[in-house]
């Protein structure tokens, strides 16, 4: 395969054959040398003990075999099933932890590196928890908070405090169907315990667990990440950046920071500032020092201080053929365990930060909530000497695309309602007026089975073409903001009439980021307000929308996909689905649980079929909702943009 076909992003091109003439391999070589296992991958292999390996492949006209154990093939796949959501709902639920007991630290005193930056949001967060707040110190209030939200992870009994944030239907149906989680930790434990040989052997109640689980992650463990990252470093609001390699400066000391929890990054981005470091640059020969990210972690800095995206997950070991990155700081998750060995071929340290992502031939420097400030001055004191060793040398191919990011619940409904009448009124009687058909939201990684963007930013292009407006996080974000699809100016050109219309009228992209992987338990609170705020139903499954994910390769991504489905958003995978070996459980997820859930899963590879089963069902629900009459566009003058704003 030729490097164009391995990416649609020219800058990775470039990088690759650079690669190639180097004899450095990366990603999208060993995808090619690696041919997937098929019986792994459609999921009809148990590893589970030591009776097997069990390979439950049936022959032609035959039933598949079971398992040494007993077990069916159903049974097999709807547990490896099951481990896969608990996997991902685990990343994020530590990810939330982690914010949680930084929280702790700062209301307790322990820690003078953060401080609250979202009082407001703390408030909102201590009532939705039964917190007192009146004639209470912030610290008081956060103490509280913070227990609390730790408590969810321990929990035995009762339902986690987020679930009353769904729409009140969608909260009876969870109660009836009795998969409303406990507490997060046990509802994995348990996932485990029910995946163990001899335990749980019904697929529908392996996969009905999958679902709670799910809902731990996308109402609890990312929802609980989400409010107190924001509580801790500040709610987002709209802030223009620039993504793609040419954000890394050969004139300067270049720092990625890469991986997912954002509380070092965070003080990387404030010691950098520091003058004694600046200086310390400077005698070395740098212009100065930049910060620039790669996948989650990228994001939430981007999010919250426009600090620039050098790309997506495909790009982490491209950055690095550069030659330009001083440091690379990596925390956990999506982080390739080639990054030492590409850097030692080019330029640059890779330096590990959590005592549970250590990578060897990495620097390792050990970072926590105590120390957080000081580990971030240390290690851009190692990427300044990294940068006095470079010399000259390297290449950064010149590609940078201005983008705006920073679209938060709360920034949405500003932007739409003004700051006195934030609300969700001005998209509703959009989409029931038709200007706006529906709402997408487009998530998940890049993987190179897959040419890098290619399916993400053709399945965006034909969404907002149709009118439908999408909300990203996570890597498909970055491939659609290198795109060009959350610029504002360059964006309306591929945007229909009706979608134009209204995002000119409210100065947004049709396609608005709204940040990490965590980041989508904004969409869920989005979705619901857009319910709450009346018109269109009383449910999520309700609502005109759809869920996708293009190009995804991570365990997370399913454990994302399950809580939008079992929330009620019809939500279309790509790549493959690793269910497919096994009719029974696929037809659950992909028919069944629309009966119980009224929403379900779908696996489309190809974008435009899958922009047409998303598009579809937007149109569906539209009929069902009795707004489905085409209404004839109407060109916005100045009255009707004031009249827009004013409602
Ligand atoms: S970083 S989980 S590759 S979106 Fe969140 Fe990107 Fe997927 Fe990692």
């Not at 992870?153 to 169907?177: C, D, H, N, S, T």
């Amino acid at each position: 395969m030729s490097q164009s076909n391995y990416s649609a992003d020219p800058a990775v091109v470039e990088m690759l054959e650079r690669a190639k003439k180097d004899g450095v391999m990366t990603a999208f070589d060993r995808a090619e040398a690696m041919r997937p296992c098929p019986i792994g991958r459609d999921g009809i292999c148990c590893k589970l003990c030591a009776m097997g390996p069990c390979r439950l492949v049936a022959r032609k006209g035959e039933e598949p075999p079971r398992g040494v154990c007993g077990a069916t093939q159903d049974t097999v796949v709807a547990r490896n099933y099951l481990r896969i959501v608990a996997a991902g709902c685990a990343a994020h639920a530590d990810h939330g932890r982690a914010a949680a007991r930084l929280l702790l630290a700062v209301a307790n005193g322990e820690t003078r590196d953060y401080q609250i930056k979202d009082e407001m949001k703390l408030v909102k967060l201590a009532m939705d928890f039964g917190v007192e707040i009146s004639g209470r110190n912030i610290e008081d209030i956060a103490r509280d908070v913070a227990k609390i939200a730790l408590e969810e992870y321990g929990k035995q009994e009762g339902e986690l405090l987020f679930i009353k944030r769904a729409p009140l239907r969608r909260q009876q149906l969870w109660r009836e169907l009795g998969v409303v989680p406990r507490g997060i930790d046990r509802e994995i434990t348990e996932a485990l315990h029910r995946t163990h040989m001899g335990t749980d052997q019904d697929y529908e109640n392996l996969l009905l667990h999958a679902v709670r689980v799910a809902l731990a992650d996308g109402w609890g463990g990312s929802m609980l990440a989400t409010e107190i990252q924001d509580v801790l470093f500040g709610t987002p609001y709209p802030t223009v950046s620039q993504v793609n390699l040419g954000v890394l400066k050969p004139d300067h000391v270049n720092i990625i920071v890469h991986g997912h929890e954002p509380l070092l990054s965070e003080m990387v981005v404030l010691a950098s500032r520091e003058q004694r470091l600046v200086e310390l640059a400077r005698s070395k020969g740098a212009k100065g020092i930049n910060i620039a990210g790669i996948c989650c972690t990228a994001n939430e800095v981007l999010m919250r201080h426009g600090i620039p995206l050098a790309g997506n997950f495909l790009q982490q070991e491209v950055a690095l053929l550069t030659g330009v990155v001083d440091a690379m700081v990596v925390d956990v998750q999506c982080v390739m365990q080639s990054l030492p060995e590409i850097a030692e071929c080019y330029h640059g340290r890779i330096i590990t930060t959590s005592p549970k992502a250590k990578i060897s031939g990495a620097t390792h420097i050990e970072f926590n909530e105590h120390n957080a400030l000081e580990s971030a001055r240390k290690l851009i004191e190692i990427a300044i000497e990294e940068f006095a060793k470079r010399g000259g040398n390297g290449y950064v191919p010149n590609y940078a695309v201005d983008f705006v990011a920073g679209f938060s619940h709360e920034t949405i409904t500003y932007l739409l309602g003004g700051l006195f009448r934030a609300s969700y009124r001005p998209l509703n009687d959009n989409i029931i007026n038709g200007r706006i058909r529906g709402v997408a939201g487009v998530v998940g990684c890049n993987n190179p089975r897959v040419t890098q963007d290619s399916a993400i930013v053709t399945l965006v292009k034909e969404l907002i073409k149709n009118d439908v407006l999408v909300l990203e996080t996570g890597c498909a974000a970055m491939a659609c903001a290198k795109a060009g699809l959350m610029n504002p100016d360059e964006a309306l050109r591929y945007a229909g009439d009706g979608l134009g219309e209204v995002c000119e009228a409210v100065g947004i992209p049709p396609v608005l980021h709204m940040g990490s992987c965590v980041d989508n338990s904004r969409i869920l609170i989005a979705a619901t307000a857009m319910v709450k705020e009346g018109g269109l139903g009383d449910d999520i499954s309700d609502l005109p929308a759809a869920g996708a994910a293009p190009e995804w390769m991570s365990e997370k991504a399913i454990a994302i996909g399950m809580y939008f489905v079992a929330s009620g958003v019809f939500t279309v995978f790509g790549v493959h689905y690793p269910t497919l070996g096994n009719e029974t459980v696929s037809n659950w997820l992909f028919s069944d649980m629309e009966k119980l859930f009224k929403a379900k899963w779908a696996f489309e590879p190809d974008p435009e079929e899958m922009a047409k089963l998303m598009i579809k069902h937007i149109d569906e629900r539209r009929k069902a909702l009795g707004i489905d009459k085409a209404r004839e566009r109407i060109l916005f003058d100045m009255a009707m943009r004031r009249q827009l704003e004013a409602v």
